[in-house]
């Protein structure tokens, strides 16, 4: 599906091959397999799983394992983890390499309290020196690549991204996402590019930009305004997988985002068990239907569907009915 013979790639993290310059960011409860499989057929570059507590996978929680799951397909896949303890961190990298990702990646940038407020995501940022421990101790055990996904410091007063950046690098990192935004900002305010630019004109890895990349014409403005070496897309690109495609959510037609909202779906009921498939899709449909003709009755009736064939009928009843806007 991905034959990459004879392309050369746009760049390397460790010696993995990485061709293109669009990225599915990992976002918690949108970026598992089926969605991920979908947006890697229409051009994202690699795959990021959801991000998973290390704690969770060295107790062996099933459900934290069964988001971990790939398709061949997806590869470069890259599994990202968050915790607050280096050995912990380790113990559940080298858990997880056997299932064979190409990159163990660590999240240093969510903001959610439950996470930060236990000292992992965006909590690391306060203390360069740990991420240099647990960079230098993941990356002189484990035998793929690791990398990491930061913000720009904790809050505006500590904007330590440069120091960050450094620890990382100097103890092993093989690239680096940065979104554009403090912890504080969590997803309010802008983006700060010229941030992204200053941390890709003195790193010695690649760099990923992400933050405020709201339709196709921006992935362009951000590569040209930061250099960075690719562009991750977090909520552009839920109900929009065509982005990755360099087409915005208006150019699809109507047909097209129903044709995909069935496929999509079939992916989920056939991923996980029973009606659980149809309750995680709705989130997904409603960003599907947003520029479409009558979107509001057409979402109160599928948000409430409770079978799959109720649902199927109201998908059919819109095509039939429904024009694009």
């Known amino acids: 599906m991905h034959s990459n013979i004879d392309k050369i790639p746009n760049f ?15 976002m918690a409860g949108f970026s598992d397999m089926p969605y991920r499989s ?13 991000f998973v507590s290390t704690e969770a996978i060295v107790r062996h929680n099933e459900k934290t394992l069964r988001m971990l799951r790939f398709d061949p397909q997806e590869r470069p896949v890259v599994f990202q983890i968050f915790g607050a303890n280096p050995e912990v961190i380790l113990e559940a990298a080298k858990k997880i390499e056997p299932m064979q990702p190409d990159i163990i990646d660590i999240n240093m940038g969510c903001s959610v309290k439950k996470v930060s407020g236990k000292g992992a995501g965006a ?17 002189k055990e484990l035998t793929i690549p690791v990398t990491g996904k930061i913000r720009l410091g904790w ?7 440069l120091e960050v950046v450094k620890a990382m690098q100097e103890n092993g990192a093989q690239l680096v996402a940065v979104h554009g935004r403090t912890k504080q900002q969590a997803y309010k305010g802008n983006a700060n590019w010229d941030a992204i630019a ?5 790193a ?4 990923i930009g992400n933050g405020d990349v709201t339709c196709a014409a921006d992935i362009n403005r951000m590569k040209n305004h930061t250099g960075c070496d690719a562009v991750m897309i977090a909520r552009a690109a839920i109900g929009n997988p065509w982005i990755f495609a360099g087409k915005d959510a208006e150019e699809v037609t109507l047909p097209e985002k129903l044709k995909m909202i069935r496929r999509h779906l079939t992916a989920n009921l056939n991923f996980y068990d029973g009606d659980y498939g149809l309750i995680l ?8 239907i947003n520029s479409v003709y009558g979107a509001r009755e057409l979402r109160g009736q599928l948000v409430t569907a ?7 009928d109201i998908v059919k009843r819109a095509e039939e009915n429904f024009v694009q806007l």
Do not use: W
């Open 12 to 26: 390397h993290i460790g010696n993995v091959p990485i061709f293109g310059e669009v990225i599915l960011a990992p």
């Open 38 to 50: 979908i947006c890697r057929e229409l051009g994202s570059a690699m795959s990021y799983s959801e």
């Open 123 to 139: 909590a690391l940022l306060k203390s360069p020196s740990k991420i240099g421990e647990i960079f230098n101790l993941l990356s």
């Open 155 to 161: 809050d505006h007063e500590n904007l330590n991204y």
């Open 198 to 202: 200053e941390i890709k004109s003195m």
């Open 204 to 207: 010695q890895v690649p760099v």
């Open 281 to 288: 899709f709705r989130k997904h449909v409603v960003k599907y």
């Open 306 to 312: 409770t079978t799959v064939s109720e649902f199927e």
